[in-house]
């Protein structure tokens, strides 16, 4: 018979609440997670999250809601364990060296335990880790931007903290170092088993990090699971114009379908005369030539096509956007189309959308 053991998150937030002079910064905020998870609060500026994480942190208190470590509470309105007894350690987007402490003693600042010796062999360990050993003696002033990043990175997990708090890190730095240290910096915080929160308010960045995002939006978190979910599984229009571009149609539905366009749309469960706003991402509009004034037949996968005619295409690296300018309302829709596609702007086309890459929201839900 197999032993069952309780497992609990590394990190526990219950019904986070902050207020600024009658305005709820944080509202209700929840979320669990466990050793080497990386979890990012995702979302606009101003919607709460560096509060979220101040509060976790101790630097800022809640008005209402709990803080749990391995179980154990650490912080309510009445009992507070002292941010630096949290065992959490932080890493902003000012890393914020002592630039009068050699490398070593940068990295060895937070480490108030063990012989000299075992100090020393935890800061070389750490600065092997991020390839800079060999800058051990010297000063912050001697190092790049990337590399003192990751020295802030090193001081950080030095003390072999269960948490890592990270409030938008990597902004600072250039695109193709970012990805670099980025990429460098959640290796090792999962070899350490870290419990990671991480806040941003780059979509790419999140996918790129996260395990799992939890959406905010008004101090709320609006919808939160694996990467893949919350984007092919939005709550609202908001919540996919957030992670890219969009496209909107609006219809109004009569018996469960939404006449459109480009066909019918099912909307099942929506009352008769609801508006509702069909959203649907540009790689997913699909382009067709026009032959002799006709595009292709409908089908049930992509609906009616319909007639527009090229405003502009520009070449964008990787991809090719092209603008259209719809013939039934001379509404603006975007496509964007993989490698180097560039028509002509005045060139006639038809489009058509794939039923099963739409969302459906009525109108008093689009956020």
């Given at each position: 018979?197999?032993?069952?053991?309780?497992?609990?998150?590394?990190?526990?937030?219950?019904?986070?609440?902050?207020?600024?002079?009658?305005?709820?910064?944080?509202?209700?905020?929840?979320?669990?997670?466990?050793?080497?998870?990386?979890?990012?609060?995702?979302?606009?500026?101003?919607?709460?999250?560096?509060?979220?994480?101040?509060?976790?942190?101790?630097?800022?208190?809640?008005?209402?809601?709990?803080?749990?470590?391995?179980?154990?509470?650490?912080?309510?309105?009445?009992?507070?364990?002292?941010?630096?007894?949290?065992?959490?350690?932080?890493?902003?987007?000012?890393?914020?060296?002592?630039?009068?402490?050699?490398?070593?003693?940068?990295?060895?600042?937070?480490?108030?335990?063990?012989?000299?010796?075992?100090?020393?062999?935890?800061?070389?360990?750490?600065?092997?880790?991020?390839?800079?050993?060999?800058?051990?003696?010297?000063?912050?002033?001697?190092?790049?931007?990337?590399?003192?990043?990751?020295?802030?990175?090193?001081?950080?997990?030095?003390?072999?903290?269960?948490?890592?708090?990270?409030?938008?890190?990597?902004?600072?730095?250039?695109?193709?170092?970012?990805?670099?240290?980025?990429?460098?910096?959640?290796?090792?915080?999962?070899?350490?088993?870290?419990?990671?929160?991480?806040?941003?308010?780059e979509p790419e960045e999140a996918m790129r990090m996260a395990d799992e995002i939890a959406l905010m939006r008004d101090g709320k978190i609006v919808q939160q699971g694996a990467p893949y979910n919350v984007y092919t599984r939005p709550v609202d229009r908001a919540s996919v114009a957030f992670f890219s571009d969009a496209n909107v149609l609006r219809a109004e539905v009569s018996g469960a379908l939404a006449h459109t366009v480009f066909g019918r749309f099912l909307a099942p469960g929506v009352p008769d005369g609801t508006q509702v706003d069909i959203v649907f991402r540009p790689q997913h509009l699909r382009i067709d030539f026009d032959r002799a004034g006709k595009g292709p037949l409908p089908t049930s996968t992509d609906g009616t096509a319909a007639r527009a005619v090229v405003a502009r295409a520009r070449f964008m690296g990787n991809e090719s956007l092209v603008e259209f300018v719809m013939d039934h309302d001379g509404s603006t829709l975007r496509a964007t189309v993989p490698n180097v596609f560039l028509p002509q702007p005045g060139a006639v086309m038809w489009l058509t959308v794939r039923r099963d890459r739409c969302f459906v929201f009525p109108v008093h839900a689009a956020g």
């Open positions: 018979m197999t032993e069952m053991t309780d497992v609990h998150p590394r990190l526990e937030i219950k019904n986070l609440q902050r207020a600024y002079g009658g305005r709820a910064v944080v509202d209700d905020v929840s979320l669990k997670i466990m050793p080497g998870q990386v979890t990012c609060l995702l979302g606009p500026s101003g919607c709460g999250k560096s509060t979220t994480l101040r509060m976790i942190a101790g630097v800022e208190m809640q008005d209402s809601g709990t803080i749990h470590v391995d179980g154990k509470l650490i912080c309510d309105t009445v009992f507070r364990v002292p941010p630096e007894r949290r065992e959490i350690g932080l890493m902003f987007q000012d890393f914020a060296l002592f630039p009068h402490l050699s490398v070593a003693d940068n990295v060895g600042f937070g480490l108030k335990t063990g012989t000299k010796a075992e100090r020393r062999a935890r800061i070389e360990e750490l600065l092997e880790r991020v390839d800079l050993l060999r800058f051990i003696d010297g000063y912050p002033h001697q190092l790049s931007g990337g590399e003192q990043q990751r020295v802030a990175l090193a001081r950080a997990l030095a003390p072999r903290p269960k948490i890592m708090l990270m409030d938008e890190p990597f902004s600072g730095l250039d695109n193709r170092l970012r990805d670099d240290i980025r990429d460098e910096t959640l290796g090792i915080l999962k070899e350490e088993g870290t419990a990671v929160l991480l806040v941003t308010h």
